[in-house]
């Protein structure tokens, strides 16, 4: 069950691939459950980048109706999303945005990359290319490293 945890995990905002693979290394699951887990954090920046506005216009409702101070938070993480991959995304275009998203750091990855990707405008082809090609670097890198970190314990 903690495999399938993973997968659920690399779906979530913040976290993604960059928390699902150190679960899924630490509970011992076989490592083609890594796919599994770059196939759905893919998917769900996907739909991220699909659904963007109707996503937003529903977090400020609920954040308007019952958490006032959630809507400056929501209002920095979108603002970061454009000014954090905007520089990268224009010099760079769909390789920028790719990069972007590849950085296994906080505030990167497919949510952040699908919402600035919308907002500075870009193709749709570009956006889900770069998405998938940038958690597909993220999932490496963070493969490697957890690989390198679990034999280092053990």
Known sequence: MNCLYSALISALPVVEIRGAIPYLI????????????????????????????????IARNILHKY??????????????????????????????????????????????GAMAGYLLGLKKRDVLLALALGNLGATIIV????????????
């Open 26 to 57: 630490a509970n011992g699951c076989p490592l083609y459950f890594i796919v599994i887990c770059y196939v759905v954090g893919t998917l769900t920046g996907f739909l991220v980048y699909l659904f963007l506005e109707e996503i937003l216009r």
């Open 67 to 112: 958490w006032k101070g959630g809507l400056k938070i929501l209002d920095k993480i979108v603002e970061r999303a454009e000014k954090g991959a905007g520089p990268k995304v224009e010099k760079y275009g769909t390789l920028g945005l790719a990069l972007f998203v590849a950085i296994p750091a906080p505030g990167t990855g497919v949510w952040t």
């Open 143 to 154: 493969t490697l490293l957890s690989l390198g970190a679990a034999k280092a314990v053990a």
